[in-house]
Every structure is written in C-alpha cells, then in structure tokens.
C-alpha cells in the first residue's frame, strides 16, 4: 500500500472514530438529561421535608436555588449537620447525583433520614425539576385545600393564616390524659394526650398570633397537632378542668 493510501486509511479511521464518539456522547447526553415534569412528580415525596420557595424552609432547607450552590449554606436554615457544612461540596449534577442515590456515602455523618434513590432515571428527573426550579422555569407549587383535612398529608406547606374556621382553634382543654380541642366552627375533637402534637410556627405561612391552627394527621383522623405562632402562647391557651 502506498504512503498516500495509508494516510487516507488513517483519515477515514480518524474519522470514523471522531464521529462514533460525537455520536456516542450526543447519545449519553440523550439519555442523561431528566424530564423535568416527570421531576416535579417525584419531587412530591421530597415536599415535606422540602420547599422549592426561596426563605421557606421546612425540616430541610428550600431548594430553591440549590443548583451551583455550597452545601450547608443556605442562609436562615439552622439545622445543617456539621459533617454537611464541613463537606466543601457544591451542588452540581454530579454531586446531587451522588447524593440523592446515597447521602450517606457521599458525606458520612449527614442527619438527613433519607435512604436515596437507586432508580438513576428518576434521580435525573428530579435533578432536571431542580435545574428548572434554580433557573426560574418550574411551575409554583399549588397551594393545599382548606379546612383541617384538606392540610392532611405531604405536599407544599399551607399558609396557616389562611385557615378556614374547621381548623382555627378558639380553646383547648385538658382532662387527665384527654385533650378537648374547639374549633372557631364550635366543633370539639377529642384526642388521646399521645396523639396531640403541639407545634410552633413563627414564619410567614404560620399561623397569627393567638390564633393556633389544627392540622389532621394519621390515616384514622385520631392524629393531629396545634400548631401555635409562638412558644409563650402555649402554656396560657391550654386550660385543665375536667368540667
């Protein structure tokens, strides 16, 4: 073969090799980009632990602007692990990758109880709704029902000021190991003193002033808990009689 063939040889097999991995890297990055819509789905079970409003944050910080962002920094959220803001890492597609499939063997020691996610393509859906969410192009979130049942369940928190007169709470009484909480409707729901939870909320979705809100919880009803807009508020509200 003659020196002018060899290199035509070598072109076409250069070539070929350039094309086959353009197109190989088109394909990966094909199969790699999440649907965002399908993300926002899956994102439900993330939303009780997770707002995706910027300040608003619930037992986890808002992941309102996560993507680019360092780990452990978002300010006015409290509770981040020592092991977490010690991580130096930023949130990328690499990282929140990592750490959605495996919080804890990306950052030994974190305290957040989630065991990740091992289906690779729902990690990239829910990275693809994260993306949009940091970029400004997600849906907000829809706001829950009124009333104590339509605050049941996961979803985005509700604005407890907004709350119809089935879950504002005008008294509650106490009596050996049962709680009488009334209603602003004039409705009194019994509950064992285990199944009361009493809450505070001083954000801006909490509850005004002396004006604590019921939120039902438990697939039975008999769960729930009182939601105040302070601590000081609760000692007074809470009256012992057994009349």
């Known amino acids: 073969m003659s020196n002018s063939s060899k290199t035509r040889v070598m072109i076409n097999s250069l070539f070929c090799t350039i094309v086959a991995g353009v197109s190989l890297a088109c394909a990966f990055q094909a ?61 990328t597609e690499q990282t929140l990758d990592k750490w959605l499939e495996n919080p804890d063997r990306l950052i030994p020691g974190n305290e957040m109880a989630f065991p990740g996610i091992k289906e690779k393509k729902a990690r990239q859906d829910i990275m693809a709704y994260l993306k949009a969410v940091s970029e400004g192009k997600a849906p907000s979130a829809k706001s829950g ?69 019921l939120l039902g919880a438990g697939m039975m009803g008999d769960r729930a808990s009182v939601v105040f807009a302070g601590p000081a508020e609760i000692s007074p509200f809470i009256r012992q009689s057994c009349e």
């Not at 993300?39 to 680019?68: M, T």
């Not at 692990?81 to 949130?91: F, H």
């Not at 005008?170 to 709680?179: L, S």
């Not at 209603?183 to 509950?191: D, G, L, P, S």
């Open 31 to 91: 199969n790699a980009a999440g649907d965002p819509k399908r993300g926002a789905a899956d994102f439900r079970a993330c939303s009780a632990c997770h707002s995706v409003e910027p300040g608003l944050h619930l037992s986890g910080p808002s992941l309102a602007r996560v993507w680019g962002r360092k780990a452990g920094a978002v300010e006015g959220f409290l509770r981040y692990s020592n092991a977490l803001k010690k991580s130096g890492l930023v949130w």
């Open 145 to 213: 029902q009124g009333g104590m049942m339509g605050m049941m369940g996961g979803g985005p928190m509700p604005n407890l000021k907004e709350a119809d007169a089935e879950a504002r709470v005008k008294a509650i009484r106490y009596c050996r190991d049962t709680y009488f909480v009334t209603t602003a409707a004039n409705q009194t729901i019994k509950f064992w003193e285990f199944n009361l939870r009493i809450k505070t909320d001083s954000g801006a979705n909490g509850p005004h002033p002396g004006k604590p809100v």
